[in-house]
């Protein structure tokens, strides 16, 4: 049987190694001053004191820049042992921790915010429905989900360019959560690899997407 993409990032090495090719942007602490636009979008729904998880937060460089921007408390996981030290290092204030999606040891309606930073495309597709309601059982009623990830045209899969053992699955990971009425899409923005300019390449591009979590919102009562 093929090993799971969850261990070959938690314990094969391919967590490490992705945060390896990208020492130089993850370690570099000055990055952390600056909100990238995907962040800047979703720290509009973040307050003081709120408590946030970044999946696949790596260092922690981006989460570092929203709880500046927002001086919310940041927790973060990521499969790469390696990234975790680093970013205990360069950010102290954070909560680091090894881990992935689809097992969050964090307790019911205990977190304000989830934000998947571009790891959804991944996750096992026999985890997947496991993530989404792992998200949906510690976040508040009335809580926010971030999502930076692929958005193609048509749901696709394709082999991952660093490990031929992956499968990058591209799709709209938003709609996994809005299946549900109780989540709203509220706000999204497109984007590529370079720049915040719109990708005319399916394959290429990028959407954030903030979602809101409302028990009280969907039902018709009758």
């Known amino acids: ?70 001086n919310c408390q940041g927790v973060g996981i990521d499969p790469s042992g390696e990234a975790v030290s680093k970013g205990l290092q360069l950010f102290p204030e954070l909560d680091l921790r090894v881990g992935t999606a689809d097992k969050l040891e964090f307790p019911d309606r205990s977190l304000d915010f989830i934000l998947f930073g571009f790891c959804l495309y991944l996750v096992d597709r026999e985890h997947i429905s496991r993530v989404v309601a792992e998200a949906d ?8 989900i971030g999502i930076t990830d692929f958005m193609p045209d048509v749901p696709t899969a394709r082999p991952y360019a660093h490990c031929a053992a992956v499968t990058s699955y591209k799709l709209d990971y938003g709609r996994l959560f809005t299946a549900f009425p109780h989540f709203q899409l509220v706000e999204s923005a497109c984007f590529n690899h370079t720049d915040d300019r719109f990708s005319t390449d399916p394959q290429e591009r990028l959407c954030a997407q903030v979602i809101h979590k409302q028990l009280s919102e969907g039902y018709q009562r009758i």
Do not use: H
């Open 137 to 144: 059982r510690c976040l508040r009623d009335g809580g926010w």
């Open 1 to 70: 049987m093929a090993a799971r993409q969850r261990d070959i990032f938690l314990t094969g090495g391919e967590g490490d190694r992705y945060f390896r090719r990208n020492r130089e942007f993850y370690s570099d602490k000055r990055l952390a001053d600056e909100l990238s636009s995907a962040a800047a979008l979703y720290s509009k729904y973040i307050k003081p004191g709120d408590r946030i998880l970044e999946v696949g937060s790596s260092s922690g460089v981006n989460l570092a820049s929203i709880c500046r921007a927002t």
